[in-house]
């Protein structure tokens, strides 16, 4: 039991990062119909400036304010300077463009900090919470419930605020929302501020246990990615769940049978469930009148 | 194609002088751009984006790698096993993955990468875990070793020939037009016709030959393999390179290997800038080359060729515009009515549907409806909008499937059969909006009409095309289209494309033809062209079906006609009883709005 508890709090804290990355995807495919493959350097972008603003000796709170900034105004500036002018482009090459942004931003960071990797303090100290044997620290959990807020706020803003519904819309169909007069440009705006945000904030959260290197970036992307293809890029609640259970998932495949056979097994699973499930019927989706 | 393939050989050589493009990096360069053709050749043609083909790439080179290090097999016969292996868990997994809509693809070979990568480290015992399995990097082929840096490279450039010829053969003629077709519109593919699973399927497996040649190659000529080079970033740097290079064409892979391989090494001199630098030229080659540099060549070759007068190049089809019309020209002027074939023949009623139900939720759009097509006549269907018309079409043509009911061709039940096995059985149809492929010449467009429905897609030969070729040709010519069929579909007009779908439908040579509102957006002009055609159809024995709202067109053509309402039939009768007088439209216009 106590393993068993073990191992699910520490995927959790996984499962949050996978979460909140695939969001961020999730929200920049719903305004967009891009696959953004730059979300991971958001948390770049917020973990390395927040380490080097304490290591220049500013306070903890002000570092991590100006780290999730940075990656909202990164994630902000990145659609308007370099895909608002090209979303007519085709689906694949604008994909391209993102993986140029985030080589990019990447080489950016590799100057700046060099290979070394950066890491500073918890945002909450204090005694690991016990639960009969596990235990999981307060800043894992703070991680946790920060993931779960986050999404349970998202999706409420999407179902009970006008501009939710405008962004719904938008996620829809783009060209009826557009004519219906909602702004699709400022949804996609706000969109991928969202998505900076999350991954702002996913940066000051886990970087303290697992540091942060110029080249983070792209791995994390593509746990999130996984998360969000679970969630059929629409969903975020979807895309939640789909990224805690790869990682309990991967946990419990871990603890219990071999570390090294994580990875495989869960994906064979989610395969086979995948086909057996989620990618089903939607082959015609309805499109016959034309 | 020759040309093109000299061409860049001819740049890649290391002879050709670029700096710091080595022997041995020409050869990687020739590696990577195999296993990238296989990206290229599923995503161009098959329109499937996989982020997962360095598995294939791995499956190949560990197999290749054990092979030889367990059992000391010899490299030469390791190598082949290891691609066959390779294609055999290619058609396995193809089974389960080709059936995914797209992000489910892709992420679903992405995952496997990973999972393979992590397989591989789990078993450091057999495996080698991180670190890989090494061997000596020699070659041996009988007559000869392959242990030098030049040697290497002849071996990859006659690796590259192979692979530009296997992806030639796979996208030549006929096999590339329907492989379009289904990337473009799987719905219209398998109405036409296609059996749009195996056809995935097969470009799959053929798609994983590359990444396999290119796998069993690499792990004697790095003498090294690690599952760095087999998991998912690897593979979304292959994903890179091909669209880079230019998506669709054939040397496009091997430009975007060449290019960033080359930009990468070339930017190592820069210490630490080099990543950096390398971002902004990826950034660059992703902004202002619009294709791919291959698409960029190609457009630049054309404009040229334009310029200097040159006849237009035909894209892989294999056979020049001219030919045909030489082929083709002598036949066209006496015999205009062979332009319609006459139809297979079918014997009673050549189509009954039988208490036909479809409901979307609560609403039942096609409610216990029944009616007859003969043979050699023309039955309109007439009704509102939301009636049910379109989706009694689509579960005659197959797209959607009756909750009840059923339906009968000739007397035999096809209730149970998918779309395409219905068209080959003689059921054609068109759309209320066309739905052609766009990228293709209103020519390819046309002949996939009747080839889209021929048994398989890897049974091909020139002079059948060239047959098709002239009679889709002098059908276009028939329906006063000839002067169209070089042009590209996108650049055509509603009323051109509503005669291209109909000339494309009447090339399957049909029983039973059912027409979606084929009068709608035609002028008067056109329509009275589409009046002529349809009697030319039923005089070549085929059932017609027309939707139609033109009450005049409908009473001028049709031999029966069946008013629908709310999913039902209400009425039905000859024309001139039903449409003939004032009175009697009146009482069809009420009745077809009675209740909504």
């Known amino acids: 039991m106590t393993l068993l508890l073990q191992t699910i709090f520490s995927s959790l804290v996984n499962g949050s990062v996978y979460a909140l990355i695939g969001v961020g995807i999730v929200l920049c495919y719903r305004s967009s119909r891009i696959v953004n493959l730059a979300q991971g350097e958001t948390y770049m972008v917020s973990g390395v400036l927040c380490a080097k603003m304490i290591e220049w000796g500013s306070p903890l709170w002000l570092s991590a304010v100006c780290g999730v900034a940075a990656a909202v105004v990164a994630s902000m500036v990145f659609e308007r300077l370099v895909l608002r002018s090209r979303m007519h482009w085709n689906p694949s090459r604008l994909i391209i463009v993102t993986v140029g942004v985030a080589i990019l931003a990447e080489g950016v960071a590799d100057r700046l900090i060099g290979a070394d990797q950066l890491s500073f303090a918890n945002l909450v100290n204090g005694a690991p919470l016990q639960l009969d044997g596990a235990a999981i620290s307060q800043q894992d959990l703070l991680l946790v419930g920060v993931t779960l807020a986050a999404t349970v706020l998202l999706i409420l803003f999407f179902r009970s605020t006008l501009l939710g519904h405008a962004m719904t819309a938008v996620a829809e169909n783009p060209r009826v929302s557009q004519l219906l007069g909602v702004n699709v440009g400022r949804m996609r705006q706000i969109s991928y501020g969202l998505a900076g945000l999350l991954g702002g904030i996913s940066a000051l959260l886990l970087v303290p246990q697992s540091g942060i290197g110029y080249n983070v970036g792209l791995p994390l992307t593509l746990n999130g990615f996984a998360a969000a293809a679970f969630a059929n890029m629409i969903s975020p609640a979807r895309a939640l769940g789909a990224g805690m259970f790869l990682a309990v998932a991967e946990g419990i495949v871990g603890s219990y049978l071999n570390p090294a056979l994580e990875t495989p097994l869960v994906f064979g699973v989610l395969l086979v469930l995948g086909v057996a499930y989620l990618g089903r019927g939607q082959r015609f989706a309805g499109a016959v009148r034309a | ?151 290497w490279y002849v071996v990859a450039l006659v690796a590259v020939a192979i692979s530009l010829a296997v992806f030639h053969w796979a996208v030549a003629g006929r096999r590339g037009r329907i492989l379009k077709l289904v990337r473009a519109d799987e719905l219209v593919a398998s109405v036409l016709g296609v059996r749009t699973f195996g056809t995935r399927l097969s470009i799959f497996v053929i798609s994983c030959f590359f990444p396999a040649l290119a796998g069993a190659l690499l792990f004697p000529f790095q003498g090294l393999i690690t599952p760095d080079t087999v998991g998912a970033i690897e593979s979304v740097q292959l994903v890179a390179l091909v669209i880079i290079g230019g998506v669709g064409y054939s040397y496009g892979s091997f430009l975007g290997a060449l290019i960033i391989l080359w930009l990468e090494a070339l930017v190592d001199t820069s210490g630490d800038y080099s990543l950096l630098v390398y971002g902004v030229v990826f950034l660059l080659c992703a902004f202002y080359f619009n294709g791919g540099i291959g698409g960029t060549l190609a457009r630049g070759w054309r404009r040229l060729a334009a310029r200097l007068g040159l006849p237009p190049q035909r894209s892989a089809a294999g056979c020049t515009p001219g030919t045909d019309v030489g082929v083709d020209s002598g036949a066209v002027a006496g015999e205009p009515a062979e332009a319609v074939a006459p139809a297979r023949q079918l014997t009673g009623a050549a189509l009954e549907v039988r208490g036909a139900k479809r409901s979307f939720g609560g609403v039942a759009a096609v409610n216990d409806v029944s009616l007859t097509l003969a043979p050699a006549q023309i039955t309109a269907l007439i009704g509102s909008n939301g009636a049910g018309k379109s989706t009694l079409v689509n579960l005659i043509s197959g797209v959607e499937t009756v909750d009840s009911g059923s339906i009968l061709l000739g007397g035999r039940d096809i209730t149970g059969l998918r779309a395409a096995e219905r068209t080959r059985l003689g059921i054609a149809r068109t759309f209320q909006v066309p739905r052609l492929v766009e990228e293709l010449t209103v020519l390819d467009n046309v002949m996939l009409g009747r080839e889209a429905g021929e048994a398989s897609l890897w049974r091909r030969s020139a002079r059948r095309e060239r047959e098709h070729r002239a009679i889709a040709r002098r059908r276009l010519e028939a329906a006063s289209l000839g002067h169209l069929a070089e042009r590209r579909v996108e650049s055509l007009g509603t009323g051109e494309r509503k005669f291209v779908e109909l000339v494309r439908a009447l090339d399957e040579e049909p029983a039973v033809c059912l027409l979606d509102e084929p009068a709608v957006g035609l002028s008067l002009e056109e329509i009275d062209h589409l009046h002529g055609w349809i009697h030319r159809l039923r005089r070549a024995g085929t059932a017609v079906l027309v939707i139609d709202h033109n009450l005049d067109f409908v009473r001028k053509l049709a031999d029966a006609v069946y008013v629908m309402d709310l999913g039902r039939i209400v009425r039905s009768g000859c024309p001139d009883e039903l449409l003939g007088t004032r009175e009697a439209r009146a009482a069809v216009l009420d009745s077809s709005k009675g209740q909504s």
């Open chain 2, 1 to 151: 194609m020759v040309a093109l393939a000299l061409v860049v050989v001819a740049v890649m050589s290391p002879a050709f002088g670029l700096p710091r493009l080595t022997l041995n990096l020409a050869t990687t360069i020739c590696l990577f751009g195999i296993a990238c053709a296989g990206v290229n050749l599923l995503l161009g043609f098959g329109g499937m984006l996989s982020l997962g083909s360095a598995l294939y790439l791995g499956t190949s080179a560990y197999a290749v790698a054990l092979s030889t290090t367990l059992w000391h097999w010899p490299m030469l016969p390791a190598m082949l096993a290891a691609i066959a292996v390779s294609l055999l868990i290619a058609v396995f997994l193809g089974l389960v993955l080709v059936r995914l809509s797209s992000h489910y693809f892709a992420v679903a070979n992405l995952g496997l990468a990973t999972a393979f990568a992590g397989l591989i480290t789990a078993y450091p015992a057999t495996t080698g875990g991180t670190s890989g399995l090494t061997t000596l990097r020699e070659l041996k082929l009988g007559f000869t070793t392959i242990d030098t840096n030049l040697s």
